[in-house]
DNA sequence: TCTGGTGTTTGCGGTAGCGCAAAACGGGCC
DNA sequence: GGCCCGTTTTGCGCTACCGCAAACACCAGA
């Protein structure tokens, strides 16, 4: 069993509220993993034997149509959980995990979760908070893809990004994890053509620079603003 | 201080496992309010003083962009609870909730939650259920915003509400609570003009019958297929 | 250094669905 | 019964975006 330190996760808001007893005990129920870029941390359909949460590196959690059609449920950075299937009762995972870069989680068997939720129910609330967020936030993406125009709706996913995962520049944010184009449009829900159109355009105004699965974002404030505007506002 | 039969609510989720003497001392801390059909319950962006379990009736809750666009968020059938701006932290409601029928609701005052949680932690574990539940449907129906065209998820929506919302008839299910085209709209991301071309198409297909504010579904079985066929085996 | 493969760019139609506008409908209320 | 208002229907042009296809750039590995 991996020795974790807690004093690394003690302040995630999953342990808030946690002794250090308490935690000392629950990550003693977890063991760690390494999976290398691009490899599969769970498939959707499998069953829900783990849960996770990611110390270092970026999860991509994906959603597939039966046509094979992939939509990106939302990029998981360190610090945050990932495969909760338990959380909803499901005993299989809804989504397909996949590290975009080397990753280290802490994994737990499922089975382990109700006791620990039975001795901690801190971990309950916690999570409860956590869930509650991530669906907001999907409201919110469902409210942009119903009312904006693809332009905007990337413009709000790159500056989500960058708040989540961007690493400062002398100028600008690069989002530091590699992303393609196919990524985006997969979370804005349109095509990796119109993707590429759309950023060659905003280079070309110098509001970006990007190339192979790599994004920076030069002038994230008016890019806010372009998110921003509404259709018709667009040529004041 | 209105008294509640616990027996009309002890079957509910969000109830599992909490013991009669238990319940009782919950539903002690809530009232019950009426709301006649039309009225709003609460608004967005208004402090969130109090959550809400549905008990007879329909409420529509929905997200107004600044300029004023709406989504509905979903529908809360009987038995749902709504309005649980706390279990995600938040102070204000992220969304406008409105009985679309008369509706009779049992109201806690958000600050009562904490000390419920404490005092009876299963509630906590039937929330985050719930709560990942309509997480996971979040997620479908963006997958479906993004690989379908408007008329599957019309399908699909019509079939949704069916299932949660529906009344036998002798041929066909009613959707028993009063519901414009506009409102479909705001649930698939299209327009109220959309929404009716479509639904005249079905109309005189004989698939469904629908007037002002009402829909049945003749045929749900042949929704069904429409619901499911993809982009391109249409015109087989 | 060469070479294969994956990711990206760009052109060129085609079209699903939007937006506006106007008419028809229907139900509630006096 | 007749009037008024909110809902629904339908026509018509338009455009944002898709879909296909081909060229192009870049990285990895031989």
Redesign the interface.
């Known amino acids: 069993m991996a020795k974790v330190d807690t004093s690394l996760v003690a302040h995630l808001p999953l342990f808030a509220g946690v002794t250090p007893e308490a935690l000392d005990e629950i990550l003693r129920e977890a063991r760690s993993a390494r999976f290398p870029r691009n490899s599969a941390i769970f498939e959707q359909g499998a069953d829900a034997q783990s849960f996770f949460l990611l110390l270092h590196g970026h999860v991509r959690a994906a ?1 597939t ?1 039966p ?1 094979g ?1 992939q ?1 990106v ?1 939302r990029y998981v950075a360190p610090g945050e959980t990932f495969g ?1 299937a338990m ?4 005993a299989r995972y ?2 397909t995990a996949m590290a975009v870069d080397d990753s280290v989680v802490l994994v737990w068997p499922t089975s382990a979760w109700p006791r620990l ?2 001795r901690f ?1 801190a971990l ?2 916690n ?3 956590t ?6 936030e ?6 942009e ?3 904006q125009q693809v332009e905007q709706r990337i413009a709000h996913a790159l500056l989500r990004l960058a708040k989540q995962s961007g690493k400062k520049l002398d100028h600008g944010i690069e989002i530091d994890f590699p992303i393609g184009r196919q990524d985006i449009a ?1 979370m804005t ?1 349109t095509t990796l053509h119109t993707v590429s159109r759309i950023l060659s355009g905003w280079e070309s105004q110098g509001l970006v620079e990007s190339g192979r699965q790599r994004i920076i974002l030069r002038e994230p404030h008016k890019i806010v603003v372009l998110a921003e505007r ?1 259709a018709d506002n667009g040529a004041a």
């Open positions: 959603k149509t046509t059609e939509i449920v909760l959380a909803i009762g499901a809804p989504a939720v039975e129910p309950a609330a999570t409860l908070q869930v509650g967020t991530r669906l907001q999907s409201h919110t993406r469902i409210l893809m119903s009312t997969q829900g509404n």
